[in-house]
């Protein structure tokens, strides 16, 4: 499992080695990580580190002196490294590096030619070292920082693009929550001290972040519990629900369907035909009799009613997908979203859920599953029936998703799962994971049904035990193990997107590769 901090945590675990006197230290280790890396791009880019171009890209703190200290190591091993200060000073220690090494300082700070320059260097480098912005930045880049990336921007990719490693974040993009300000030049590798940041792992941010490494420093043990959580395929295998040599039907969990109408019948085949594959004991759908009619021949495993969600006994629902200009299907939500049975909340049934939290009558144990666009909506009918003001659009959103997906978590007590290229798991007691597991094919009508069926499964699954997720340790016990049933769902939905490469892969074909994720993870 990945694990990573704010720049703020981070900073702060630092704070009793600095007043120690370790901060140089601290500074030539992560310098090192630095060095090694950049060492690692340029043998595979040329064969050796020896006669490289490499450009340090250096701001005024913390952050340019890491990298200046970097730079003086490539510089003792044969590279020709020069760096260029963007501001009215270099860190003065690693500058002094530098120079003893026999790197090269471009001034570049008032702009002018001495900007030109410093493009032209970097756009003809072997590497770049992106040490401009650290994790106490506020905003963008500004002034001749942003020039300069602008200007190389314009001219990007030139031919033999270098590589370009961040210094432990991208420059722009914020460490705590992955805002992006201003122009952002990506990184190949980003190489992270001591702990990850979390904006690493945060849409948007983590689009220019390429691959993370993190470099310990030996502060680890002073971190605090993490800013937010990534599961990893070894993850999926430890937690997913699985039966045991004496579980039956009911206690390896009974999903309850209440998807589909006469309009769109499809949403309730994908999404009780997802619940099967994904290992629920028991999968009851309700419904008119027409999609009941359609499940059964799809599923025959489904027990499809017309009953009423009180008069039958499941450990998890999942309500809403295609159940929209039904009314029987509206009052099956309804009784749902008041009653005491965890359930994953999607689409159709997403503006009811907003009505009812606004209104204090949304039960305990929802997990509500929007994408931008649903998320607008949903916290529109909150601040419209709560009074609380402005809500943002779609544009703020996706501009801040851990924020807004957050917000939304707190406004309604429940579990939010914002849905995206990299979706967003945000509990209310804080717990946040961070999942980039799909490929970009499951943007496809149907795909939002499947992942609520794997979602119900691993709800149910998990409902009635408390302890269900206890070997990822003691946070994830209680409640907030819904948090951890949805994060799961979204990275087993993610991992089944790519059993067949980077091709389409339909709804359908994406359920029955569920079975073989489930079977590869054990």
């Known amino acids: 499992m990945i694990a990573a901090w704010t720049g703020a945590q981070v900073r702060a675990a630092e704070t009793p080695f600095l007043e120690r006197g370790e901060g140089p230290a601290l500074m030539r280790r992560a310098a090192h990580g630095l060095a090694l890396v950049g060492a690692q ?17 250096a701001g005024t703190g913390n952050n ?27 860190h003065p220690e690693g ?59 314009d001219r990007w990719p030139p031919e033999g693009a270098p590589a370009v490693v961040a210094c432990d974040v991208p420059s722009g993009v914020s460490a705590d929550t992955g805002a992006v300000a201003g122009p952002v030049l990506a990184a190949d590798v980003t190489v992270t001290f001591g702990g990850a940041k979390a904006g690493l792992f945060l849409p ?88 009941r009619s359609l499940v059964c021949l799809t599923s025959p495993e489904v027990v499809a009613s017309e009953d009423h969600p009180d008069d039958v006994h499941v450990q998890a629902w999942v309500v809403g997908p295609g159940a929209v200009g039904d009314a029987a299907q509206e009052s099956r939500i309804g009784a749902v979203l008041a009653g005491p049975i965890p359930a994953v909340v999607d689409a159709g049934a997403l503006d009811a859920a907003a009505r009812a939290a606004a209104d204090g009558a949304l039960g305990p144990g929802k997990v509500l599953t929007p994408h931008a666009g649903e998320l607008e ?34 406004a309604t007590g429940t579990v939010v799962v914002l849905k995206g290229a990299t979706t967003l798991v ?28 794997i979602m119900g499964a691993a709800l149910a699954g ?53 079975r073989t994720v489930l079977r590869r993870d054990r």
């Open 41 to 57: 791009r340029l043998r595979g880019r040329r064969g050796r580190v020896a006669g490289a171009r490499v450009v340090v890209l």
């Open 95 to 153: 500058g002094a590096a530098l120079e003893a090494a026999g790197g090269r300082v471009l001034r570049a700070g008032d702009g002018g030619p001495a900007l030109e320059e410093a493009a032209e260097q970097v756009l003809r480098a072997d590497l770049v070292l992106d040490a401009v912005l650290g994790t106490g930045a506020r905003g963008g880049l500004r002034g001749s920082a942003a020039e300069l990336v602008r200007a190389v921007l």
């Open 204 to 291: 948007p941010g983590d689009r220019w972040c390429g691959e993370v490494r993190t470099v310990p420093l030996g502060i680890e043990h002073a971190l605090p519990a993490p800013a937010l959580r990534r599961l990893e395929p070894d993850d999926v295998a430890a937690l997913w629900p699985r039966p045991g040599a004496a579980s039956h039907k009911y206690s390896r969990g009974v999903v309850g369907v209440v998807a589909g109408s006469p309009t769109y019948p499809g949403a309730a085949l994908m999404c009780t035909r997802a619940a099967v594959d994904a290992g629920a004991g028991m999968v009851r759908h309700l419904g008119d009799a027409a999609t």
């Open 462 to 514: 998990s409902a009635e035990d408390p302890d269900a997720f206890a070997a990822a340790g003691n946070w994830a016990r209680g409640d907030t193990r819904r948090a951890v049933a949805a994060a799961l769902a979204v990275a087993v939905h993610g991992y089944a997107s790519r059993l067949e490469g980077l091709g389409p892969v339909p709804p359908t074909a994406l359920s029955a590769n569920v």
């Open 377 to 410: 909506q949903v916290l529109a009918w909150l601040a419209a029936l709560g009074g609380g003001g402005q809500a943002p659009d779609r544009a703020a959103i996706e501009a801040e998703p851990a924020r807004w997906a957050r917000a939304a978590a707190e």
């Open 64 to 90: 340019g002196g890491d990298g200046l200290w970097a730079g003086a190591e490539l510089a003792g091993r044969g590279a020709s490294v020069l760096a260029v200060a963007l501001g009215d000073r270099l």
């Open 426 to 453: 945000a509990s209310p007691d804080g717990t946040m994971f961070s999942q980039a597991d799909g490929s970009p094919w499951l943007a496809t009508a149907g795909s939002g049904d499947t992942l609520a069926g």
